[in-house]
């Protein structure tokens, strides 16, 4: 017969080692997140988190873009978000759509805007949310998580170091029956259908995400006029073209139409605590502008110089050769590049690079390993992949890692 004393130090020792385990696991996480904010990160360089499911973009521009809900990557190995109330649609084209932002501004700037993407699918990170809802427990997604924020915080520390205040925006995709791009300021629907007096009164709304913003701006315009006034984002896309809400030609959401306000990115990294110095719009993208291919590019272009001229009005900290210092040709030829073509291919993608490539790997778009060699040529054959979307992770001699999306065609 066992011992009953036995059994119970047998229990105790399994919980020991569970509370040994979990600490671990507790201090790789936060090793790992270390790395993440240790690391120097140069302008115009991709790097990935230890997760392969983060992609930071660094930049030298006052400007900070986020995808949280544009990947694709669905591993089996990472359980499908179960939450209560779980929202596990991706908002599609979104993570395209920021690339084009992205290269557009580089090419009417010279200089880098601040980027980061989530590639996994929303099914499996959520990473608009706290972490409880955002990873389900997972501890691969909670590292994720982490990173992503931390990705975040690194790129508005760099603002505020060399420019002193600057916008994050966050990208979304809205499905709403009304086709036009919702931007969120953290004002609910109530509080915009209220006067332009109520809202620059200190009765009105004090924790927009543009908190900052409102109490020192180049113009000294009140929220109401930096919200729906004629030098608002939402005036600069109408005159554009893209109808908007708020803005003067609709100042406010009708009680009977669904309008997104801002969520847990907005809040976070906004200005609303009257503390930081980087302000947050969420923009929600209608599906008409995202799902049409052949309006997509002007819708690019449209938001990139929107995004300048909302900086160029509001804010007294222009780029400059001391601040960025990518302004001039010759320094961006310097930047050490790696290049891929042809993209999409069917047979062979040769690649490019001023770097020494250690290893890569392939991913197909749910999340398996596909490829894993080491480097030894620069062409790719990947002329027996099936048709479709790949992600190449590129490993150098350095330590960096870097993340292409590749398309094999037919």
């Not at 359980?79 to 908002?91: L, Q």
């Not at 090419?107 to 929303?122: A, D, F, K, S």
């Not at 501890?139 to 994050?168: E, M, R």
């Not at 929107?306 to 050769?321: A, L, R, V």
Request: aromatic share 10%.
């Amino acid at each position: 017969m066992i011992n009953r004393l036995y059994l119970v130090n047998c229990i105790d020792m399994l919980k020991l080692n569970s509370v040994i385990l979990q600490i671990i696991s507790f201090l790789s996480i936060i090793a790992t997140i270390g790395n993440v904010t240790a690391q120097t990160y140069v302008p115009g360089n991709t790097y990935t988190d230890a997760t392969g499911y983060v992609e930071y973009r660094a930049g030298n521009l006052p400007i900070v873009l986020s995808v949280p809900h544009g990947g694709y990557l669905e591993p089996t190995a990472i359980p499908d978000r179960s939450c209560a109330g779980c929202i596990t649609t991706a908002d599609s084209f979104t993570q395209e759509i920021t690339d084009g932002i992205y290269q557009s501004i580089v090419n009417e700037t010279g200089c880098y805007p601040h980027v980061i993407i989530n590639l996994l699918h929303r099914k499996k990170f959520d990473a608009n949310r706290d972490v409880q809802d955002a990873a389900n427990g997972d501890p691969t997604v909670i590292l994720s998580w982490n990173n992503f924020h931390n990705y975040i915080d690194i790129a508005k520390a760099h603002v505020v170091q060399n420019y002193g205040s600057g916008t994050f925006y966050d990208m979304h995709g809205h499905a709403h029956a009304i086709q036009r791009i919702e931007l969120g300021y953290l004002l609910t629907t109530t509080e915009l259908q209220q006067t332009d007096h109520y809202l620059n009164t200190n009765s009105g709304p004090q924790d927009s995400s543009i908190r900052t913003l409102v109490s020192s701006n180049l113009q000294n315009l009140t929220q109401a006029q930096l919200i729906r006034g004629t030098n608002s984002f939402g005036d600069i896309l109408e005159n554009r073209g893209l109808s908007s809400i708020p803005s003067s030609v609709n100042p406010a959401p009708l009680n009977s139409e669904p309008y997104f306000s801002g969520g847990y990115n907005t809040r976070r990294h906004g200005s609303s605590d009257n503390i930081s110095t980087i302000n947050a719009i969420q923009i929600e993208l209608n599906s008409d502008l995202r799902f049409n291919s052949a309006i997509r590019p002007a819708l690019v272009d449209s938001l990139a110089r929107t995004i300048i001229d909302f900086h160029t009005t509001h804010y007294n900290n222009q780029p400059s050769s001391s601040s960025c210092t990518t302004l001039n040709i010759n320094e961006l030829n310097s930047q050490k590049k790696t290049f891929l073509y042809p993209n999409p291919s069917s047979e062979v993608i040769h690649i490019e690079s001023d770097s020494s490539i250690k290893s890569y790997m392939i991913y197909d778009k749910s999340g398996k390993k596909v490829w894993n060699h080491s480097y030894d040529r620069q062409r790719l054959d990947i002329s027996k992949l099936e048709s479709g979307l790949y992600f190449l992770i590129l490993q150098y001699y350095n330590g960096r890692n870097e993340t292409f999306k590749i398309v094999k065609a037919d």
